[in-house]
């Protein structure tokens, strides 16, 4: 079986429902998995948290808070984000299934996560595009919208069956998240100092140049070097006579 169960992690963003806090919880223990991670959103130690958690409930009293989605991150080498509305930002997704077996051939070394946005609208482009992946469940078109702890409940269940194990080729290890924010961050303060982005909205074009990078799904070493490069460009820009880069 893969083994994910020590690595893996489940984030909610902004939960609206304390009951669905607790459901998720149970879902999570029904499949073996413990690591639960709030992004703001109600409070897990209501109540209803409790009832609806059943036997799960060191699942909720664990559960880990974080004020952004990015600091949820931070530490993870591989996150999944889901989604059910697609678009020119949400392209690329793959099934439940297909996410298995990208982690069966792409096994993490540091924390992998998976990344459930609130109940009435999902994530937003912004946090989809600091995910690595995307994923979503087929569904009827007539009524595609699932509750948040069966949406979990369908990756988890995926996970939990998976008879795949590490393959023996050497694998890469994939940069934290933190190491990719950081370089963006870089990259964009750069593109907008030389003109390359529209000031009065750079994520237009940003939140495509994350996606071509998460596609390549960089390692430490080849974020060092695009920084190195950023930094360069920098130098260059700031020694050149204006207007002859």
Known sequence: MLNYKEKMSV?????QSPG???MVCRAMKNMGLSKLRLVKGCRHDHPEAR????????VLE???QYDTLNDALSDCEISVATTRRLG???QEVSSPEEIVAKLESHPATKSTALVFGREDSGLTNDELVQCTWLATIPSADEYGSLN????????????????????????????????LEAMYCQMEETLLRIGFLNPQNPSHLMLSVRRIF????????????LRGMMSQIDWAYATSPKGKL
């Open 62 to 64: 664990n559960a880990e």
């Open 148 to 179: 948040l702890a069966q949406a979990v409940l369908v990756f988890c269940y995926e996970l939990f069956r998976s008879k795949g194990a590490p393959l023996s080729r050497q694998t890469r290890t994939m940069a934290y998240s933190a190491e």
């Open 20 to 22: 669905n806090i607790g």
């Open 88 to 90: 020119k930002y949400r």
């Open 214 to 225: 998460a596609r390549a799904e960089l390692d430490s070493r080849e974020v060092a070097i």
């Open 11 to 15: 984030i909610l963003v902004e939960p």
């Open 51 to 58: 009832k609806f958690a059943v036997s799960a409930r060191d």
